[in-house]
């Protein structure tokens, strides 16, 4: 198979393109990976006008497959990409473009994956009244992809407490009366459950550092270099201020494209070139309350203010975030808590906890408190795509992460390895209306 990459000027892509969607005689208003897939591998696409010259740019990004000759693939250029961070978002897309015929390089400061929002998320997989319509299909799509993932994801349901959360009638869920949320999910208070019950049968959660583990095992077993302990902190660029890679304190890393999954960090690091990434922080606590129990919880038990989960190594996970995402500081977690902080914040949500599920009085230790940051968007969409000021510069951040990572990964490498703009990923541009900013800048 010849693959010739080219890059094309934009008016040469968008001709292109047309060419691709008229194979489809017009029936498809967007590209979905598996119909890009599908081109990818059947279709020769006239394509034209890259010369040599064209090529050695390393801007636009953007290119598509030429022509396609079965018996040469190994012949197309690889294309470099520096991920910055290992997260969950930079291990995904690093897993999914190393099989893509891209040459992986993935930066961490920390000297293991995960140790920021993801090692610190209940990692809840859900769409659960996630909206627009677009974003909750791509949630998802998601979960779907988690249950290809056997041993790094569970799906035990969840059982939403009172009203139902979601009114979705495409999105499953199964109305309970008191009787019949006590009788699924044995301990559950009487009280807790007084207004009934939804189930939520396909919703699950994931062990989000495991996952990132596995991505970047499945990465580097295709030929992607992760370097941990290596700060990106800065990039390098070409006399007409093309990016052309990342600097660490020690060494440069030249790169085709740089992915920025750097989560709260995102913003800093795109402002050395110029780059606004209007993205907040905010704080949410995972109380884990270990002491080894049995298994409890059938069910991930959520209610208007609080959230529990359990592992199944014994560990059960409480949240109690009331008016969090309305209001983050309603969460009453101080910056640098002091021990007693900590305490006290452990001691509510188990109180919390107590009310909804009694059985958990069995845990023989106070709950261990870990304070995350989530990368929130200003807009609480996920920011995905190329820089309009440096094309070859791609965000991808976002919160709902951990539900999110294996569809996001799949997604921004088909955009990064084939050179194509996915209308799937559209509602997300980086250089889309944010409305005001003004409390950021
Ligand atoms: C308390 C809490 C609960 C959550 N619950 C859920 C949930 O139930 N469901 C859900 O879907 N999502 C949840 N989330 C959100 C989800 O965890 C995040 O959206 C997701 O983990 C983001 O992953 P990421 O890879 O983008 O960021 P991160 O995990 O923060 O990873 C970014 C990485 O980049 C590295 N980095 C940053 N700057 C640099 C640099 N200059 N050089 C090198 N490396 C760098 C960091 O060290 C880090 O490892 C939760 C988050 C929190 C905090």
């Known amino acids: 198979m010849l693959v010739t990459q080219q890059r094309l000027a934009r008016p040469k892509l968008k001709r292109a393109l047309r060419g691709v969607r008229k194979l489809y005689k017009g029936s498809i208003r967007s590209f979905s990976c598996d119909q890009v897939a599908k081109v990818a591998l059947s279709t020769t696409v006239q394509a034209g006008g890259s010369s040599p010259a064209a090529r050695a740019l390393p801007k636009p990004a953007l290119c598509v497959r030429a022509s396609m000759d079965s018996a040469k693939a190994s012949a ?4 470099s990409v520096a991920v910055i961070g290992a997260g969950i978002i930079g291990a995904s897309i690093a897993k999914n473009l190393s099989s893509q015929n891209c040459d992986v390089t993935v930066l961490e400061i920390h000297s293991k994956p995960a140790q920021e929002a993801t090692g610190k998320s209940w990692a809840w997989l859900n769409a659960n009244r996630k909206e627009p319509a677009h974003y909750k299909e791509l949630n998802a799509r998601s979960m779907r992809e988690w249950q290809k993932l056997p041993g790094l994801a569970e799906f035990p349901g969840t059982l939403y407490l009172g009203d139902q959360r979601d009114n979705d009638p495409r999105y499953p ?63 390098t660029t070409d006399a007409d201020n ?10 440069e890393y030249p790169a085709d494209v740089v992915v920025l999954a750097s989560g709260i960090k995102t913003p800093a690091l795109a402002s050395k070139l110029g780059v606004q990434v209007p993205l907040e922080n905010k704080p949410g606590t995972v109380n884990i309350l270990s002491g080894k129990l049995p298994p409890l919880l059938k069910h991930i038990l959520v209610t208007d203010e609080a959230f529990l989960m359990q592992r199944k190594d014994g560990r059960v996970l409480i949240s109690f975030y009331k008016g969090v995402h309305a209001n983050p500081s309603a969460l009453n977690v101080p910056e640098e808590p002091s021990p007693e902080q900590f305490a006290k914040v452990g001691k509510e949500a188990l109180e919390q906890a107590l009310l909804i599920f009694p059985e958990l009085k069995q845990a023989s230790e106070a709950p ?9 968007p200003v807009d609480a969409m996920p920011i995905l795509g190329p820089t309009k000021a440096h094309p070859n510069l791609y965000i991808a951040t976002m919160h709902s992460g951990a539900t999110l990572g294996p569809i996001v990964g799949q997604l921004v490498a088909q955009e990064i390895s084939q050179g194509l703009q996915l209308e799937d990923l559209d509602p997300y541009r980086p250089h889309r209306d944010f409305g005001d900013l003004s409390h950021l800048y």
Do not use: C, M, W
């Open 173 to 235: 869920s199964q109305k309970l009366t008191q009787a019949e949320a006590l009788e699924r999910q044995p301990g559950l208070s009487a009280e807790a459950a007084a207004g009934g019950a939804v189930l939520y049968a396909q919703e699950g959660f994931a062990s989000a550092p495991d996952a990132t583990e596995a991505f970047l095992r499945e990465a580097q077993s295709n030929g992607a270099h992760v370097h941990y302990s290596q700060e990106a902190i800065d990039f």
């Open 242 to 251: 093309q990016l052309t890679g990342v600097r660490t304190a020690h060494q």
């Open 76 to 79: 197309a250029p690889k294309k």
């Open 368 to 376: 261990q408190v870990i304070v995350g940051r989530y990368p929130y």
